[in-house]
């Protein structure tokens, strides 16, 4: 069974920065793709970046420009760095792993809070 663990969630000012790690307990095979989403309190998880194992990527407009998410192969980990944070980003943030496969991982969860 495959564990995705998150790190790097914290308390940070309005535009701080932060930089989110996910990484697979062991090697995944046939990666399709690895996201970041959020769920912010009394809202629906979304889609926050994600990218393909082409190396291609897609966010949603609000972290445009903001975030950027890449991944490290050699590693089986997942990043997310999140600058000119705004309170609007706090949320929960979790990474998931699909792939060709079917198998669909998700982490546990990194508590991202930002302060006006």
């Known amino acids: 069974q495959v564990q995705l663990v998150e790190s790097g969630g914290d308390l940070v000012q309005a535009g701080g920065s932060l930089r989110l790690s996910c990484a697979a307990s062991?090697?995944?095979?046939?990666?399709?793709?690895m996201a970041w989403y959020r769920q912010a309190p009394g809202k629906q998880r979304e889609l926050v970046a994600g990218?393909?194992?082409?190396?291609?990527?897609n966010y949603t407009d609000s972290v445009k420009g903001r975030f950027t998410i890449w991944r490290d192969n050699a590693k089986n980990t997942v990043y997310l760095q999140m600058n000119r944070l705004k309170p609007e980003d706090t949320a929960v943030y979790y990474c998931?792993?699909?792939?060709?496969?079917?198998?669909?991982?998700w982490g546990q969860g990194t508590q991202v809070t930002v302060a006006s």
């Open positions: 998931r792993v699909q792939t060709s496969l079917k198998f669909d991982y």
């Open positions: 990218i393909f194992s082409g190396g291609s990527t």
């Open positions: 062991r090697n995944i095979f046939s990666i399709n793709i």
